[in-house]
């Protein structure tokens, strides 16, 4: 058992550090560079450094990579440990979320130097047509199709056991990757919301990976959680970095990559509700959206569609005026409930 929780603590420990140290050096060049956003929702307007998520995606790999290293070395007939985790699945889970940071990371860095229009508001970040991003984030299913990753038998709620056969990697996986890397891009206006409602899902998918799920779906939450909490110290309220797409397709990439591998796809897609509902909401105005609230004077934010719902954030801004950090903390506790809500329906088998 000691055995087993090193292998998971010190490819986490190696994750959380180099997304420490990564994310200080990506503020310093990102700001030298120009890659950069204006901070709607403070008084100043502060500029901040943007692709915050190249951090985490790095984080991540070398978490998984130590992890590697020590079932290969000091050599592949005696390695420190015996691998219980499958290395081609952790390989493409690695290069399925650098690849698709990538993609991510071309929607940050195009930045104008005058204010240009974005989503219902002025900006100096322009990103990638909204068409051009499904067609792009399809890269970061191939590594994974190719392994042919997950099992094809799926338990569906009500429904029961359903199997796929050859369209599950195929079709329904790369389907997966692109909707859930698009919708969760959908919810990241305030500071520290989707870090901290990322790391709330991703250690879900860890506890459920122990008790339910595979070795393999350990792996990848608990690196992702490393590298989630390492980023949340830029990222929380005030914010010194924004995460960009480059964080949020990293995420949730990673967070369906552990679903598959994990073999928890049924509990997984309870805990990404909040982030479907995100997507049915701004399909409702063409994804022409803004999650972002208009400042008051007295500090809080002010939904920027009136009474009309079209985030999770617009909701809570309505139900309650507050301040940006509470939308943030309210958002989270939405997450937990939606955590809390996968574990009951497990309790009562029904996932």
Request: net charge positive; glycine share 8%; aromatic share 12%.
């Given at each position: ?225 490393a590298s989630l909490l390492a980023f949340l110290v830029f990222n929380i309220y005030p914010s010194k970095v924004l995460p960009g797409d480059s964080f949020t397709y990293c995420v949730g990439t990673a967070l ?6 994990g073999n928890m796809e049924s509990f997984g897609v309870i805990v990404f509700m909040p982030w479907i509902i995100e997507f049915l909401l701004h399909l409702r105005r063409r994804f022409k959206v803004t999650d ?60």
């Amino acid at each position: 058992m000691a055995h087993t929780y090193l292998t998971i603590i010190i490819p986490s420990i190696i994750a959380f550090i180099v997304t420490l140290l990564g994310t200080k050096f990506v503020i310093n060049y990102m700001m030298e560079s120009g890659v950069t956003s204006i901070d709607h929702n403070k008084k100043n307007r502060p500029t901040l450094p943007g692709s915050g998520g190249i951090a985490v995606a790095f984080g991540l790999a070398m978490g998984i990579f130590t992890y590697i290293f020590g079932s290969r070395f000091p050599s592949p007939q005696h390695p420190l440990y015996i691998p219980a985790a499958s290395l081609i699945y952790l390989f493409a889970t690695v290069l399925s979320v650098v690849m698709i940071s990538m993609v991510g990371f071309l929607d940050d860095i195009n930045v104008k130097r005058k204010l240009v229009k974005a989503t219902d508001m002025m900006d100096t970040r322009k990103g990638l047509p909204q068409w051009q991003k499904p067609l792009l984030t399809l890269l970061g299913a191939i590594p994974l199709m190719v392994v042919n990753a997950g099992v094809s038998a799926v338990r569906i709620p009500i429904i029961g056991t359903v199997n796929f056969g050859i369209f599950y990697p195929l079709i329904i996986l790369p389907l997966a990757i692109i909707f859930a890397a698009n919708s969760f891009n959908l919810l990241g206006g305030f500071d520290g919301i989707s870090p901290a409602s990322a790391l709330i899902a991703s250690l879900a998918l860890l506890i459920y990976s122990f008790m339910f799920g595979t070795y393999t779906g350990a792996i990848i939450t608990a690196t992702l959680s490393a590298s989630l909490l390492a980023f949340l110290v830029f990222n929380i309220y005030p914010s010194k970095v924004l995460p960009g797409d480059s964080f949020t397709y990293c995420v949730g990439t990673a967070l369906i990559a552990s679903m598959v591998l994990g073999n928890m796809e049924s509990f997984g897609v309870i805990v990404f509700m909040p982030w479907i509902i995100e997507f049915l909401l701004h399909l409702r105005r063409r994804f022409k959206v803004t999650d972002l609230g208009k400042r008051r004077n007295d500090g809080t934010m002010e939904p920027p569609y009136g009474r009309k719902i079209y985030s999770w954030t617009h909701l809570i801004m309505n139900i309650k005026r507050c301040k940006e950090w509470e939308v943030t903390l309210y958002f989270s506790f939405i997450e937990v409930g939606f955590v809390l809500l996968a574990f009951a329906l497990k309790a009562a088998l029904l996932l």
